[in-house]
């Protein structure tokens, strides 16, 4: 994919430039001195829509979600975080210029972040009643900063979307900077939209990550690269939770990291017969990938599994995690399969919580049990020497990855299965 991260980028010495917001904030920053203008963000307003509010705390999964703030594609249940301008909220009776214009905090409760309204039982709002709703949101990019071969610096925007945006291509010849994350409700540029590309500081994290990687080649994966190989019938089984499942790329048939895998062993296996079987469930912990396991792994005969569920085992005792893991395993190799265990992507900050722990939980039982290792944490640790906000990549916001991120676990596993 055109987009995709690739080491072979940090081989370039792009000088880190002197970036920074200026002083007060605006939309615009300075560089080496110097200032460049930053489109501002693009605002839609809405008028006309049109809600039964639910009652209680409104929340990223609870509420009324504005339509426009949704996630892209549409069919996802909440919406995008940071793009409503709360203050343009307006909650009516009706359509009218003279209708009753409710009171926030008095009769309805607003969550900005997610854009999820409530109504406050006992207010002016009554159960079922439909209200009109008219608001701002703004659309979200990501521009880059680069230097030309002659020295000079320009700023190339990246496309106006509301979830997923993808940085603004650099020319050949030029060397990349930074990037400013322009975020959908934002009033200026602060420091926290500024991502420096700092190669050399990328080429050393992926040195270190290299020379210390355990349990990957193809060792671990003999039995089933012997099969490839001869093109005999191969079954592969993806066992692990909504990311494994496709998350929101779900939808589009294939384009999540098991569908990916599968097209990338038969294009390099051409011969073969690959059956790669995606048994990823949402929001589910590995405590319920064993109950499944019969059914949904084993009843297949796969000659390989791959477990990833640090997503929704971060809040899990890492005793727990590591034992049921292990279990996975010790029934999945009792059955002649072969195993690759793998790490997650990240999440949204608010969320981050105990997953680092949780994904070290998996080093470890990889190394305990032998089995294979796909460390695709490591890429999303990357993206901050990359200059490149992580966040940009989960589609929905929260812990779903676009393209990018399920190429990641892709790019790894496919270390495992070398053509020779």
Sequence with gaps: MAYTLMFASLLSCAQVADIRPTDPPSWAVVVDGATRSIRPPVVLSVRGEHAVLPAGEPSW???????????????????????????????????????????????????????????????????????????????????????GPEGQVAVFEGGDVRCGPLPGATPQGWETLA???????????TERDLFPNQPDRAAEFVATWRATETNVGPEYAARTLAKLRAGEP???????????????????????????????????????????????VGG??????????????????PDLVTVMFSLNDAGTPADVYAAQLTEITDRCEAEGA????????????TWFGRLGDANETVREVA???????????????LLEYQGVPYETLLL????????????????????????E
């Design 61 to 147: 999964r609870s509420g009324a979600m504005l339509n426009l703030c949704r996630v892209e594609p549409p069919h996802y249940y909440h919406c995008c975080q940071g793009l409503l301008h709360p203050e343009t909220l307006r909650v009516a009776s009706g359509p009218e210029t003279d209708a009753v214009v409710f009171e926030p905090g008095v009769d309805y409760l607003l969550d900005s972040d997610w854009a999820a309204v409530t109504r406050v039982e006992g207010g002016g709002i009554a159960e079922g009643q439909e209200v009109w709703l008219e608001y701002s949101l703004g659309f979200q990019r990501v521009d880059t900063i680069a230097r």
């Design 179 to 189: 990037r400013v994350w322009v975020r959908g409700a934002a009033e200026a540029i």
């Design 234 to 280: 191969v079954t592969i089984v993806c066992l692990g939770d909504s990311v494994t499942a496709g998350g929101d790329l779900a939808s589009v048939v294939g384009q999540g990291y098991v569908g990916a895998l599968e097209r990338e062993l038969k294009r390099r296996f051409p011969g073969g017969r690959i059956d790669v079987i995606n048994a990823g």
């Design 284 to 301: 589910t912990p590995s405590a319920f990938g064993l109950e499944r396991l019969q059914r949904d792994v084993l009843d297949h005969h």
């Design 338 to 349: 072969e195993v690759i265990h793998m790490t997650s992507n990240f999440m949204t900050e």
């Design 367 to 381: 190394r305990d049990t032998g089995t294979g290792l796909v460390d695709a944490y490591r890429y999303w640790e």
């Design 396 to 419: 929905n916001t929260i812990n779903h990855p676009d393209e990018r991120g399920h190429r990641f676990f892709v790019d790894e596993l496919m270390r495992f299965f070398p053509a």
